[in-house]
């Protein structure tokens, strides 16, 4: 089973628009963790919050978390072609133990020419 | 190494059939994880280990998925009489001591015929 749920499950933008993922999840978390995954691909992980962060940036990347609503967005902005590819958050549950993630089902992002 | 190995990359199986999935994680990491990912879905968690202990097999869906890492660092996932719904992509991936990212592997996509 999965925790982390994303919206939309699918996204389809043009180019140098933003692309805004959600993320919400069940349980208390130590951090959370936004992957990217080419078709075909392995994962690539791209940010991590921790729980007691608010909001982060990485390049043209924004992540935000709300551990009252428990969810997290991910933003990217000036979006490239290059950007196409699921994206995928992960939490690593308080309870969990080892540190192990649960990932939600993802959004696929398409970026158009 | 410089990344997370896996082996094969893609495999097609006959029902039945037992196969053997590699992972060689990237040099020095202790933990190692294996998350089977079915089309469209996020990853689901398998199993951990904590270098040559198996500390977590909660994931695993019957008692026909076997790992092991015999020596704590190559490991291997073993699926016996494969069946249909075994077809998935198999994600090995490692993290360091002390760290919090986890780092995938490129998958081995296992199809079953």
């Known amino acids: 089973s999965q925790q982390g749920e994303e919206d939309p499950q699918a996204l389809s933008i043009q180019e140098g628009e933003n692309a805004t993922m959600n993320c919400s999840y069940k349980?208390?978390?130590?951090?959370l963790q936004w992957y990217r995954q080419n078709s075909g691909r392995g994962l690539v992980h791209l940010i991590l919050i921790r729980s007691n962060e608010r909001e982060k940036h990485s390049g043209r990347l924004r992540v935000t978390l709300d551990t009252s609503k428990k969810s997290s967005s991910l933003l990217i902005t000036a979006s490239r072609a290059a950007d196409t590819a699921s994206y995928f958050c992960a939490t690593d549950p308080l309870s969990g133990g080892y540190n192990k993630l649960i990932f939600g089902a993802g959004t696929r992002l398409a970026v158009h020419p | 190494g410089a990344g997370v190995s896996q082996s094969p990359r893609y495999k097609v199986a006959k029902r039945g059939q037992d196969v053997a999935l590699r992972c060689d994680p990237i040099?020095?990491?202790?933990?190692l994880f294996w998350y089977q990912q079915a089309l469209g879905q996020g990853p689901e968690f398998l199993t951990y280990?904590?270098?040559?202990?198996?500390?977590?097999k909660s994931g695993l869906p019957s008692d026909r998925f076997f790992a092991e890492r015999p020596e704590g660092s190559v490991s291997t996932l073993k699926i016996q009489r494969t069946q249909q719904e075994d077809s998935a992509v198999y994600l090995c991936?490692?993290?360091?001591?002390?760290?919090?990212?986890?780092?995938f592997g490129e998958g081995s996509w296992l199809t079953v015929v």
């Open positions: 040099s020095g990491h202790v933990s």
């Open positions: 280990f904590q270098n040559e202990a198996q500390l977590d």
């Open positions: 991936a490692s993290r360091a001591a002390g760290g919090n990212t986890i780092y």
């Open positions: 349980t208390s978390i130590n951090n």
